[in-house]
C-alpha cells in the first residue's frame, strides 16, 4: 500500500507542477497572440487546453485520495489544519477554473486573454495554492494510535501514553 500512496503523492505534485509550469510559460515566456486566428497559437492553445484538463483531473482526484489518506491516519491538534485544508481547495478549484478559462476557445476566453488582469490573477492564485499546501505540510500532526491504550500518569505532569506497542508523552497541565 505503501507505493499507491508514494505514486499518488508523486502524481499530484508532478501534475501540480505542470500546471502552474504551463501557466507560468503560456502567460509570461510565449505570451497571449495578437491575433486570435493564427494557426501555430491555436495550435499551443489547443495542447495548453488539453494539459489543463489532465492535470487538473489528475489534480481532484490525487488530492482526494490524499485528503483521505491523512484524515484517516493522523491527528492534527490545531485546528486549523481542516479550515487551511478547505481553503486550499477552494483556491484550487477556482484556479483551475481560471487555467481552463485561459486556455479556452470561448468568446469569454479570448477577452479573457487579452485581458492582462486574467493572468495575474490566475498566477498569484497559483502562487496561493503552493503557499497553503506548503503551510499544510509543515501543520503539527500525530499519528492515530489504533486499538486500546494505557494511560500512565506521572506527578511531574507528564502522562505517557502506551498503545501498540508505541508510548508518547503529553504534558498535562
Not at 507542477?17 to 497559437?41: C, H, K, N, R
Not at 483556491?91 to 479556452?104: D, R, Y
Not at 495554492?129 to 494505557?150: D, H, I, N
Request: charge should be positive; aromatic fraction near 8%.
Amino acid at each position: 500500500m505503501i507505493w499507491v500512496d508514494l505514486l499518488v503523492r508523486v502524481v499530484h505534485i508532478g501534475s501540480a507542477t505542470v500546471l502552474l509550469g504551463t501557466l507560468v510559460t503560456m502567460l509570461l515566456i510565449v505570451g497571449m497572440p495578437s491575433q486570435e486566428d493564427d494557426a501555430q497559437w491555436q495550435r499551443q492553445r489547443r495542447r495548453w487546453s488539453i494539459t489543463v484538463m489532465i492535470t487538473s483531473a489528475l489534480l481532484l482526484l490525487s488530492g482526494l485520495y490524499n485528503a483521505i489518506l491523512f484524515a484517516s491516519q493522523y491527528e492534527f491538534p490545531t485546528v486549523n489544519y481542516h479550515m487551511w485544508l478547505g481553503i486550499k481547495i477552494l483556491l484550487a478549484l477556482v484556479l483551475m477554473m481560471a487555467a481552463s478559462v485561459l486556455s479556452g476557445r470561448s468568446g469569454q476566453a479570448v477577452q479573457c486573454r487579452k485581458n492582462r488582469w486574467c493572468g495575474i490573477v490566475t498566477l498569484a492564485l497559483a502562487i496561493a495554492v503552493v503557499l497553503v499546501a506548503g503551510y499544510l505540510k509543515m501543520a503539527e500532526r500525530r499519528p492515530k494510535m489504533r486499538g486500546s491504550a494505557t494511560v500512565i500518569a506521572r506527578p511531574n505532569g507528564l502522562i505517557r501514553v502506551e498503545a501498540a506497542g508505541e508510548s508518547e508523552f503529553i504534558r498535562f497541565r
